[in-house]
């Protein structure tokens, strides 16, 4: 499986209350809260996002609270990936629960920027920026990952094979 789109680039340490604020947590409706996503740190991120885009950052990226509100909102906002020089564990383990694909690739974090267009393969772990014409090989998703996110998460997932 692969995607691609256009890159919406941040730093070290975003957190999940500027991912999706606190204020918007009274509701779980991911569109509700894909309209919110990324407003503290990058105001104008809702008008630019198109359905397949792709998010970079660096650093423990999805720090912060546990809520999986923060990876639904980024999910339904239309990112179709994730990547990251690292994650935050809990972040890392809601999103593959909810079915965002996140890929840790030091290098590919360092080197893509802001509106480059990339490809991820998600059964080699291939991304490619095709702005800059470079590869960089991230951690491939092991088969039981790869259905949990066809699958749009590990609830769909378990209740598909009951």
Known sequence: MKVSGTVHKYGDNVDTDVIIPARYLNSSDPKELAKNCMEDIDKDFVNRVKPGDIMVANKNFGCGSSREHAPIAIKASGISCVIAETFARIFFRNSINIGLPIIECPEAA???????????????????????????KGQAFPPFMQKIIKAEGLVNYINDKA
């Not at 893509?112 to 014409?133: A, L, P, R, S, Y």
Request: a negative charge; zero cysteines.
């Open 110 to 136: 360092k080197a893509i920027e802001m509106g480059d267009e990339v490809e991820v393969d998600f059964d080699t772990g291939v991304i490619t920026d095709k702005t800059k014409n470079l590869t960089f």
